[in-house]
Structures are given as structure tokens and as C-alpha cells.
């Protein structure tokens, strides 16, 4: 005889995800812990419930539990989750005054990009005085394969971590000059880990130029990207050397300050 395991509905997927996001919350303002009874009513969940979902939270490393006090408390994932959010709110105000003077020495759009679902997100970004300019707002997406935040960051991935992103989100096509082959994406990652910064030229958005370099935490890896952005009309051939020069130096003195290691190092 099958025994059939008992389909759940997304329904109730949100439900337990809720419910677990409550007791997150209700022992982050518990330094000392709470017992499970306690913990329980505080949430309003049946102690089977807040068990289950506890155990699950407690496999995550989202909550532990002391048995010496006999009590749940906030575990180190939801400590490294925080700590996380911590660094790229304090990036941004890091890296802003950096950001404001690479715009004042370059005349163009600075931005600082992270990267999360295979997307580069823009995260603050200093406007250029000039009539026509480049304009992302906070917030806005660009693909890491066609955008120069975002290949700034895909240089300094693992292989293994390349090959996952490539995969599971492709390489659309942008522009005519958009890199659409793992082959020739490979070849100008070489080439900005080379020099040190990444062009954009035209392969997300025809008529914008882009350069942008790295930030990198204490492991080397890409925390996120600082990219300078304006139009085909002012960022010229003869001008790209210079103002890569400038991105890495901002890029460089912001990985210094949230206690990252440079490239040098």
C-alpha cells in the first residue's frame, strides 16, 4: 500500500513563515531568552506549533536553545542576517561623501550598486549637475552581465558562483553590444580584473557609458560596486583611463573603511 504525504498549499507555507518571522521578533526584544511556554503565549501559537517551528528555526541557526536556563533565544544567523543589513546601510553613508567626489571630479552620475538575485541594485547615488545625465534611482535593477556595477562584481566571484548565476539567469540580450556568450563574458571579466575597473559601453543602454570597480569585503569578495555613468557624448575613448582611475580609488578607499581587503592587499 502507497502512503500518500499530504500536499501543502503556498497558503500555508506564508502562514508558518509568518509565524516564525513573529517568534524572531518576539525574542530579539528578549535578551535573556523565553521558555517555550512564555514564548509561546506571546506569539498566540499552540505550544506544538511554536515547538515545530523553533526546531526548524534552531536547524537554521535563526534560534537557539540553553538547556541550563531551559529557555529559546536569538541565534547567530539572525545575528549575521542583521549584521549584514547593518553594513550596507553603513556602506552607503561610507561611501556617499566618496561618492560626491568622484562626481564633483568627474561631472557625472555616481552610483553604489549591490548585488542580490542575480540583479545589481542601486542603493544611493550622487546626480550629475549636466542637463543630460545618467539617472538610476535607488532601487532601480540592471543585469550583472550587461552593467558595469554588475561585471565589477562578477570579477571577483568564485567560478563555481559564476557558472550558478550565468545558469539560473541567462544572458539576455540588452543592446547589440550586450555580452551574450559565457565565452566572451569570461574574456572581459579577465580584463577588468586586469585593470581594475569594468566598462559599460552601450551593452545595457545605447547611448550610456559606464566604469565601475569593486568593493570587496575581508575575504576579497564583492560586497558591492561604485559605478560612474553618463552619455556616449561626454564619457569618450580618451577619457575612460582616467575615470577608471578615479572609480578605483573611490571604489578602494570604501572597501578600506568597512573593513575590507583591497586588491593590493
Request: aromatic share 2%; charged share 20%; proline share 4%.
Amino acid at each position: 500500500m502507497q502512503i500518500k504525504t499530504p500536499k501543502t498549499s503556498p497558503g500555508s507555507h506564508v502562514k508558518s513563515l509568518t509565524r516564525a518571522l513573529s517568534i524572531l521578533d518576539v525574542l530579539a526584544q528578549n535578551n535573556e531568552g523565553l521558555t517555550l511556554t512564555t514564548l509561546a503565549r506571546a506569539v498566540e501559537l499552540p505550544l506544538s506549533t511554536t515547538h515545530r517551528l523553533l526546531t526548524t528555526l534552531q536547524q537554521r541557526r535563526f534560534a537557539r536553545f540553553d538547556p541550563v536556563t531551559m529557555s529559546w533565544q536569538i541565534g547567530l544567523q539572525a545575528f549575521i542576517v542583521g549584521n549584514a543589513f547593518a553594513r550596507a546601510r553603513d556602506m552607503v553613508l561610507i561611501a556617499r561623501p566618496l561618492m560626491r567626489r568622484l562626481m564633483e571630479q568627474s561631472g557625472e552620475t555616481v552610483s553604489l550598486y549591490v548585488m542580490t538575485d542575480g540583479e545589481a541594485i542601486c542603493m544611493a547615488q550622487v546626480e550629475s549637475r549636466e542637463m543630460m545625465r545618467a539617472a538610476s534611482r535607488p532601487g532601480g535593477r540592471a543585469n550583472l552581465h550587461s552593467s558595469a556595477a554588475g561585471k565589477a562584481m562578477l570579477a571577483h566571484l568564485p567560478e563555481a558562483e559564476l557558472v550558478r548565476i550565468v545558469r539560473s539567469h541567462g544572458l539576455p540580450r540588452m543592446t547589440e553590444r550586450t555580452l551574450v556568450t559565457a565565452k566572451a563574458l569570461r574574456a572581459n571579466l579577465q580584463a577588468i580584473r586586469a585593470r581594475g575597473f569594468a566598462i559599460d559601453d552601450e551593452e545595457h543602454t545605447i547611448g550610456l557609458r559606464c566604469v565601475a570597480a569593486a568593493i570587496l569585503d575581508e575575504h576579497g569578495a564583492p560586497l558591492a560596486s561604485i559605478s560612474l555613468s553618463g552619455p556616449t557624448a561626454r564619457i569618450l575613448d580618451a577619457r575612460i583611463g582616467a575615470l577608471g582611475t578615479r572609480v578605483i580609488e573611490a571604489a578602494r578607499s570604501t572597501t578600506i573603511a568597512v573593513g575590507g581587503r583591497t586588491a593590493r592587499q
